[in-house]
């Protein structure tokens, strides 16, 4: 991600400019009453629809506890529910995991911690062109090197996505190890990244981050309290609370790619608000560097389900994740047969 450019702006009270090298230092400036041409993000109104979830289609909602610790009954039940969820939706709220409250807590105490001692060593955060989100903190984590910064947080959440991707190897026809061996989980890759959005005087005018897909398998995104996510469902940007204690888990593009498109990554943004600060906490679950991410061939059938993407190794995906324009699924698209 590229810094924020300086951006000069009129204060509607003064005749003197005003240059800002960051969203820090924009969101910081009790002059400013109106955002910089180049932080405005264009949509159109009448081309989409914002709307809360259907209460007779909900975000589903997965119980880890019965995953990991159900009868063979629930355990079934829970992974049939898993697959639709990856299916329809592309993600789902999951309840009753193993990371504790307090962990959790702490973590969002850790990262706003961290964003005020940035704001001390003044130093510019990172931001991409046209958005409002400043990202604060990116740890790649090597299972083989956890770093000591949020080990715990890590090891947890790392645990958690390797039961679910066996649930979901499950939900697929596969061996329940099957995703875990063929992406050599063992020693798979982790990133945490942690993303800051301040309040913005325009919010109608301002997208803190643009419509996306994500690399990896899943990621296991946390939340503060302050709601902005929304995901693309059947046409329409569905709003996504922000529940305490609680993952909200998105299908990423390798999912997507190993799963033939079955299970299709899903389209998020975050929108920002003119009243709270919102932060959010990804962990991302990834396939180790030099691992090839394909179609499984157990899934595959020259007839009915023929190859859909390109074979890739996931530190050649991630480069041309970084040399693309992140909007849609612009680098997924490049694989694509």
């Known amino acids: 991600m590229a810094p924020s450019p300086t951006v000069p702006e009129i204060s509607p009270n003064s005749n ?90 702490n973590m969002v105490d850790e990262v706003f911690a961290f964003s005020i001692l940035e704001k001390r060593r003044s130093k510019s955060m990172q931001v991409l062109a046209g958005s409002l989100s400043l990202c604060l903190l990116t740890l790649m984590v090597e299972r083989k090197h956890v770093m000591d910064a949020s080990a715990e947080y ?26 875990d061996k063929t992406m050599n989980l063992d020693s798979g890759l982790q990133m945490l990244a942690a993303n800051l959005y301040p309040p913005c005087p325009q919010p109608e005018l301002a997208m803190g981050m643009p419509p996306h897909s994500d690399h990896g398998l899943l990621n296991l995104l946390m939340q503060n309290g302050v709601s902005g996510l929304q995901v693309l469902h059947n046409g329409k940007w569905i709003n996504v609370s922000s529940t305490p204690n609680c993952f909200l888990v998105l299908v990423s593009d390798h999912l997507e790619i190993m799963s033939n498109g079955k299970y299709k990554s899903v389209l998020h943004r975050a929108v920002v608000s003119n009243r709270a600060t919102r ?15 394909e179609p499984a061939s157990e899934l595959l059938d020259k007839q009915s389900n023929p190859t859909a993407y390109v074979g890739m190794k996931h530190r050649d995906y991630m480069e041309l994740q970084r040399s693309n324009h992140l909007y849609g699924k612009s680098v997924l698209d490049k694989v694509k047969i």
């Open 154 to 179: 890590s090891r947890r959440t790392w645990k958690v996505g390797r039961e679910l991707l066996k649930g979901i190897s499950e939900s697929l026809g596969l061996e329940a190890n099957y995703i």
């Open 16 to 105: 003197k400019e005003i240059s800002f090298t960051s969203v820090k230092a924009l969101s910081e400036s009790p002059e400013v009453t109106t955002i910089p041409s180049s932080y405005t993000f264009n949509t159109n109104p009448d081309d989409e629809i914002v709307t809360d979830p259907d209460e007779d289609d909900p975000i589903p909602i997965i119980d880890y506890f019965l995953l990991v610790h159900g009868t063979p009954d629930q355990r079934a039940k829970t992974i049939h529910d898993i697959g639709k969820a990856c299916e329809q939706w592309g993600i789902f709220m999951l309840i009753n995991h193993s990371v504790s409250k307090s962990l959790m807590e």
């Open 279 to 293: 932060m959010s906490l990804a962990s991302v679950i990834a396939p180790s560097l030099d691992t090839v991410v």
